[in-house]
Nanobody
Framework: VQLQASGGGLVQAGDSLRLSCAVS????????FAWFRQAPGEEREFVGT????????LYSDSVKGRFTISRDNAKNTMYLQINSLKPEDTAVYYC?????????????????WGQGTLVTVSS
């Protein structure tokens, strides 16, 4: 499985942004797909997951209500919609895939990662 994240950039607080993660290669639709983020000097943080076949989602408490994960089966692409951006959302955002059916919030449970896309939020 190969993942390609895109859509990051420099935005102002209060703006919205949609990140994309293009998925290629062989994968099973029951796999768990996730977004993580890593701010400078911080550990990689779980943002949310989506089960590709069911479309069910799970979010961290810190982003719930502002972040929405979705996927487009026809385009093999996962999205992360971020609304009401805050300076503390500044981070490199990564998409990841876990070759297992059940979601996980732990980075070490995910075996495939995209290269990351940088989101910088100015105040």
């Amino acid at each position: 499985v190969q993942l390609q994240a895109s859509g990051g950039g420099l935005v102002q607080a209060g703006d919205s942004l949609r990140l994309s993660c293009a998925v290629s290669g062989r994968f099973v639709s029951s796999y768990a797909f996730a977004w993580f983020r890593q701010a400078p000097g911080e550990e990689r943080e779980f943002v949310g997951t989506i089960n590709w076949s069911r479309g069910s989602t799970l979010y961290s408490d810190s982003v719930k209500g502002r972040f929405t994960i979705s996927r487009d089966n026809a385009k093999n692409t996962m999205y992360l919609q971020i609304n009401s951006l805050k300076p503390e959302d500044t981070a490199v955002y990564y998409c990841a895939v876990r070759s297992a059916m059940f979601e996980s919030t732990k980075p070490y449970d995910y075996g495939y990662w995209g290269q990351g896309t940088l989101v910088t939020v100015s105040s």
